[in-house]
């Protein structure tokens, strides 16, 4: 199963002539292309899958989707290599 995790970005470089982010996922920090999002900046919640920002949401959306997400720990855990932290981690 293949899931879009949203996320903060939190620093945005270029490597290999690509726009990539740190991005936080509720305490779990992964890198992420941000091709296909050339709009999203430090601050902005983005959808991650396989790598790659798809989409930009709001915030409250995104803290909706990582509750979701934490209730199906096995997944997340699957797709990250390592569970999400409880809220406020």
């Given at each position: 199963?293949?899931?879009g995790i949203?996320?903060?970005?939190?620093?945005?470089?270029?490597?290999?002539?690509?726009?990539?982010?740190?991005?936080?996922?509720?305490?779990?920090r992964r890198?992420?292309?941000?091709?296909?999002?050339?709009?999203?900046?430090?601050?902005?919640?983005?959808?991650?899958?396989?790598?790659?920002?798809?989409?930009?949401?709001?915030?409250?959306?995104?803290?909706?989707?990582?509750?979701?997400?934490?209730?199906m720990a096995?997944?997340?855990?699957?797709?990250?290599?390592?569970?999400?932290?409880?809220?406020?981690?």
């Amino acid at each position: 199963m293949c899931l879009g995790i949203p996320g903060r970005v939190l620093e945005i470089r270029t490597d290999a002539g690509l726009r990539m982010a740190t991005v936080d996922f509720g305490g779990v920090r992964r890198d992420a292309c941000l091709a296909y999002t050339p709009k999203a900046t430090v601050g902005t919640y983005v959808i991650v899958h396989v790598g790659f920002a798809i989409t930009e949401v709001d915030e409250a959306e995104a803290a909706r989707t990582l509750g979701v997400l934490r209730a199906m720990a096995g997944a997340v855990e699957a797709e990250l290599g390592e569970p999400l932290p409880g809220p406020g981690a």
